[in-house]
């Protein structure tokens, strides 16, 4: 098994194309084997490969987790004065890397650092007897990076190093089949420095704007995107209000600004969220006028109102088509990390219709914590 630093080839591709799509998560956790059980259970993933003491790795240890095409990487330290246990002291359970599919990891670094990304790790062959891929990585925000994963062809199992998850415990799919976008959360006066950021450092661009107002807080959001459309970023920062925000929540108790949700898509959203209600995960409730007005408000839908307003279900339309979505409660005993859980019928937003309903439903959760 090695990691050997391989040399820059200067390539003039514009950056539109540099990046396929999401290729991982790692989150870095308290206990990577606690978190696997509960991605496994609670959401139906399966882990599919470790590495640790077993395999080399002195200061941590790493579970991979897969279902359809979302893949976590679950690492935990092993040694108190390990970067993975100063990052979880502070942050607490946390997103840490987002890494993205591309053709040519040497290229995408170059071309990122060049226009004024902070080097974290340069282009590196990682290998041993079975695979091999190329890794380069780049600080993005916060603490939180992006690496750039080349697979040279090979599928996405392969995680050199790693070793295989031979006899894993049953996971039973949920129907989660890939991520749609990671929303981040700011400072105020910082979302335009991190649009800038993902504009002009990684050529991607600035596609959705929205602004939300309620009776106790409001909040600045803009969405920006890669050529493909593939990976997608709503950035969110707190803006004036008579209390605190749920953004100014998450910054607070995640000591700085960091990946507030992760978005994963559903081809059959009825289905995956009874699965996943029966799995024990909770989610923000919707109150019962919201589906009143929802034929009015969305027009022609495929569901049953009454199956979406038994699960708390929201539904929101665009000009390209409707969506639904639905938002845990925060996974952890900190008020930080949630996920969503979304599926597209052609549309192309973010649900700007709900955000509102969103924030309502989020502040009555903070009102029940004290944080309001």
Do not use: C
């Not at 053709?103 to 995408?108: E, G, K, L, N, T």
């Amino acid at each position: 098994m090695s990691t050997t630093p391989i040399g820059f080839r200067h390539d003039n591709n514009n950056g539109r194309d540099l990046f396929q799509g999401f290729d991982y998560i790692e989150l870095y956790v308290g206990n990577a084997r606690q978190a696997a059980h509960f991605y496994r259970t609670a959401f139906g993933f399966k882990p599919i490969a470790y590495a640790g003491l077993e395999t080399g790795m002195r200061d941590r240890a790493s579970i991979v987790v897969q279902q359809n095409d979302v893949t976590l990487m679950l690492t935990s330290p092993l040694t108190p004065d390990s970067p993975v246990a100063e990052h979880v002291k502070l942050h607490g359970d946390d997103v840490k890397d987002i890494a993205f599919s591309v053709q040519d990891a040497a290229v995408a670094f170059e071309f990122a650092v060049e226009r004024g990304a902070r080097p974290i790790l340069p282009p590196t062959v990682i290998e041993d007897p079975h695979s091999s891929i190329k890794k380069a990585t780049i600080g993005a925000f916060g603490d939180t990076v992006h690496s750039f994963i080349e697979r040279n062809g090979e599928g996405g199992n392969s995680f050199p190093m790693f070793q295989p998850i031979e006899n894993a415990a049953p996971s039973v799919q949920t129907g989660l089949t890939s991520i749609d976008h990671v929303a981040l959360s700011v400072a105020p006066s910082q979302l335009n420095e991190l649009v800038d950021f993902y504009n002009n450092v990684l050529n991607f661009h600035h596609s959705f704007t929205e602004d939300i107002v309620t009776d106790y807080s409001s909040m600045n959001s803009k969405v920006v995107e890669n050529g493909s459309g593939r990976i997608k970023f709503p950035i969110v920062e707190p803006g004036p209000g008579q209390r605190r925000s749920q953004i100014e929540e998450y910054l607070t108790f995640h000591h700085g600004p960091g990946a507030q949700h992760i978005a994963l898509t559903s081809d059959d959203m009825i289905s995956t969220v009874r699965a996943l209600r029966a799995n024990g995960n909770e989610f923000l409730p919707t109150p019962k006028t919201y589906y009143d007005t929802l034929p009015e408000r969305v027009g022609e839908i495929e569901e049953s109102i009454n199956d979406l307003q038994e699960l708390s279900i929201l539904v929101d339309r665009d000009e390209w088509g409707y969506l639904m979505q639905i938002f845990t409660k925060p996974l952890l005993n900190r008020p930080t990390v949630f996920l969503e859980i979304i599926q597209r019928k052609r549309a192309k937003g973010f649900g700007s219709g709900n955000i509102k309903a969103l924030f309502q439903a989020m502040e009555r959760e903070q009102a029940a914590r004290g944080n309001l």
